[in-house]
């Protein structure tokens, strides 16, 4: 593409065209100064995930139809691929370096086809270890705690999670709604982390850890309880209409024992649980529902899909407002305005609401009061607990993640959590101390030659029409076979080789070795001039050029 040539429809960058430095002075010449070196270093997509997923591997093996070996390479560190296609936020995809040319890789949407895979051909999982005679009690069958007995399990341990409530997924079950999340795919994926051989106690509420521990014989312990208890404000109310929480309310229809709401409902909360809320209420019959939020939608915590696909089935949101007094079914609002500072200040101007209900959207807090007795542990002010690098709390053998530790709250930072405290768990149990490599270098996207890049569109999830979404029946549809291909050959590979032979192409002096397929390239020294053509032209800096000799680059730079 011409540097003058208009960019294709749906491209950001008008000219893929390497500029070629004409001073440059690193190269060939009477004496080699570099030659180049093959490289593996880290793609922003992995660098971004809380979980720690090796997608760009699993990408290419789904994209030439291994979905097995994609799965296994996914699950060695995230067990619920069907639950996090669908819940994920996909941080992954913000940090993609397709999102800088036209649209990011779809990365849940192949996770959500391999995880669904998975389900229906009743793939299993396989120890790593053989027992180790170490016993881990798990408190909690949410997704860190879930995320930790998997791990932990492979590793050859015995696991047991205690659940205090009737059914494993914490918040997955009880705080995303089924149109969202269906409670099979989520059942089937906790099945699979049963199968491993962890066992999964329910309506067994632990209100005295350390007995437990003692009694269980158990050598370990990770805390995992989450945060399933709703924060609540005081707002003065003379004859207050139904006030819910809104933790409350999803769990409850989730159970389908949700309460009547009446017609008119407001939210009050700008987060993803408020959006959820929201389209909670309308499909319980709600006709009229409005998202009350005292700053902006820049400010808003939500994503914003989330208060898209809100709006989009009729969900009103009026921005910069907070709610002042409850009367009855009236509610009067003040109107507010952000500041200098970024914060939302009260402008003295009021108005007046109706509602039958009102549900409180305002977040989730940690109930760990019962851990008031355990010698050695140290709390935050909202109920969170201290833990140290390893993960470990003050107590000697107790460990903690997910909600329960400061850190933002999301079903994959939880998994993520769960699997490093597996890790340093498990190095605990024989005496060592996990110590994780230092990741290679990140790729950004000015470090790619896209000359050379395969021009394909996104594939889109087909979406349930808005005028059917009056159940919770799931919204979103997966990928096809097909379409799950097409997506992950959208993947650039970035900072890894995947064997295109550019660079065997382009050498001057057949310096290049191809070692065969799946093997690589390797450079033979006595051909090469360190002219670094293989460089220019590798797509995904799967090479660098290495300096052969500091004093002559420096002096070449003087």
């Known amino acids: 593409m ?6 294709k429809p749906g491209t950001k960058r008008a000219d893929f065209t390497p500029l070629v430095g004409q001073s440059k002075t690193a190269g060939t010449g009477p004496v080699r100064s570099q030659i180049p070196a093959y490289v593996t270093l880290t793609p922003p997509c992995a660098a971004a995930c809380p979980a720690g997923e090796n997608i760009r591997e699993w990408l290419a093996e789904a994209m030439v139809g291994n979905y097995r070996a994609a799965w296994e390479i996914l699950t060695a560190e995230n067990p619920m691929p069907a639950v996090h296609g669908r819940v994920c936020y996909h941080p992954c995809e913000g940090g993609c370096n397709r999102g800088e040319v036209d649209a990011s890789v779809s990365i849940h949407a192949v996770e959500r086809f391999l995880g669904d895979m998975a389900n229906e051909q009743g793939w299993q999982f396989t120890a790593l270890n053989p027992p180790s005679g170490k016993k881990v009690l798990v408190v909690g069958a949410g997704p860190s705690g879930l995320s930790a007995a998997y791990h932990l399990a492979r590793l050859g341990h015995e696991v047991e999670i205690f659940e205090a409530g009737p059914i494993a997924g914490g918040m997955m079950h009880f ?20 199968a491993l051989g962890v066992k999964i106690t329910l309506n067994h509420k632990v209100t005295d850890l350390m ?11 990770y805390l995992a309880i989450g945060a399933g208890a709703g924060k609540h404000v005081d707002i003065p109310a003379k004859e207050a209409p139904k006030i819910l929480d809104a933790v409350n309310l999803l769990s409850e229809a989730s159970k389908g024992e949700a309460p009547l709401l009446g017609r008119r409902v407001v939210v009050y909360g700008g987060g993803n649980t408020a959006m959820d809320a ?11 529902t409005l998202i009350v939020y005292r700053r902006d939608r ?3 915590p939500a994503h914003e899909f989330e208060a898209d696909e809100a709006m989009a089935e009729g969900v009103k949101i009026k921005w910069l407002t907070t709610i002042k007094e409850i009367d009855g079914d009236a509610l009067k609002v003040e109107r507010m305005e952000i500041g200098a500072d970024g914060k939302a200040h009260p402008t003295g101007e009021f108005e007046t609401l109706s509602a039958d209900a009102v549900v409180l959207a305002l977040g989730q807090e940690t109930d760990s009061s019962f851990l008031k007795s355990v010698p050695g542990l140290t709390f935050s ?6 833990v140290d690098e390893s993960r470990m709390t003050g107590c000697e053998g107790v460990f903690a993640g997910g909600d329960m530790v400061p850190d933002q709250q999301s079903v994959t930072i939880a998994t993520g959590h769960g699997k490093l405290a597996a890790r340093h768990i498990d190095a605990w149990l024989v005496g060592r101390v996990y110590a994780p490599a230092d990741p290679p270098a990140l790729v950004t996207a000015d470090m790619l030659h896209l000359p050379v890049y395969s021009d394909v569109d996104p594939k889109e999830q087909a979406a349930l029409a808005t005028s059917k979404r009056d159940s919770f029946d799931e919204v979103l549809s997966g990928l096809s076979e097909k ?23 382009a050498c001057p002096e057949d310096a ?13 020294p006595e051909k090469c001039t360190g002219c670094q053509t293989c460089f220019d032209q590798c797509p995904c800096h799967a090479l660098e050029m290495i300096s052969e000799s500091p004093e002559l680059e420096e002096a070449s730079h003087a």
């Open 175 to 194: 705080g995303i709604p089924a149109y969202r999340m269906p409670r099979e795919e989520l059942a089937q994926d906790v099945a699979r982390i049963e």
């Open 298 to 300: 820049d400010h808003m």
């Open 211 to 221: 007995t437990e521990k003692a009694a269980g014989g158990f050598d370990a312990v």
């Open 2 to 7: 011409s540097q003058s040539a208009d960019p």
């Open 512 to 524: 290049i070795v191809k070692l065969g397929v799946g093997k690589g390239y390797e450079i033979d």
């Open 381 to 386: 002010w909202n109920g969170t607990i201290e």
């Open 278 to 288: 929201a389209r909670t209420a309308k499909r319980l019959g709600a006709t009229e």
């Open 483 to 505: 379409e799950a291909r097409y997506e992950a050959s959208r993947c650039y590979s970035c900072g890894s080789c995947y064997e295109c032979d550019n660079c065997y192409a």
